[in-house]
């Protein structure tokens, strides 16, 4: 439940609703870079965005989590004071892949050495940890504009 994130000392865990006190802060702080990487795909993080709907939408993948229907990982510091990321994993909704893995960090971790072990670190423990056999990596080993071409699954 808890995958630490070598070469620092941030960990991933399955998110939760009472984690919307880091959660919101995180995604506003970063919501205009969030929004041109997930915004097309998932009209995500919205402008007008509140804490009550992060709230809401972190109860849907609480729920979600439980229901092994697909995972929302936070990334977070050791005393788990902050949110710095998240990363999904999600059932595929393109053909072409039996999963659908994607993640981000906030704007002031963008291009550090905190963000380049999370990248080294999700395909691996991917391939290790979980049971899938062609994951996709969105934004990743396909761009999201090449994802949102594929034929949707029915």
């Known amino acids: 439940v808890r995958v630490p994130v070598p070469g620092t000392d941030l960990h991933l865990r399955p998110i939760a609703e009472a984690d919307t006190p880091l959660d919101y802060p995180a995604v506003m702080g970063s919501r205009a ?5 997930f915004g097309p795909a998932w009209g ?4 007008t ?12 993948h609480e729920k979600e989590i439980a229901a092994h229907q697909s995972f929302n990982y936070a990334l977070l510091d050791e005393p788990e004071t902050a949110i710095l990321g998240c990363v999904y994993i999600d059932p595929p909704e393109r053909t072409g892949s039996d999963a659908e893995v994607s993640w981000w960090v906030v704007d002031n971790l963008v291009d550090s050495d905190a963000e380049r072990a999370l990248d080294a670190l999700v395909p691996q ?19 999201w504009h090449d994802w949102l071409a594929l034929p949707r699954l029915d």
């Not at 995500?44 to 402008?47: L, R, T, V, Y």
């Not at 391939?127 to 990743?140: E, K, N």
């Open 33 to 37: 870079r969030l929004w041109e990487i």
């Open 49 to 60: 965005m509140t804490y009550e709907q992060d709230r809401v939408d972190l109860l849907r």
């Open 125 to 143: 423990w991917i391939a290790a940890h979980w049971p899938f056999h062609q994951p996709r990596y969105l934004g990743r080993t396909i761009t």
């Open 44 to 47: 995500w993080p919205p402008e």
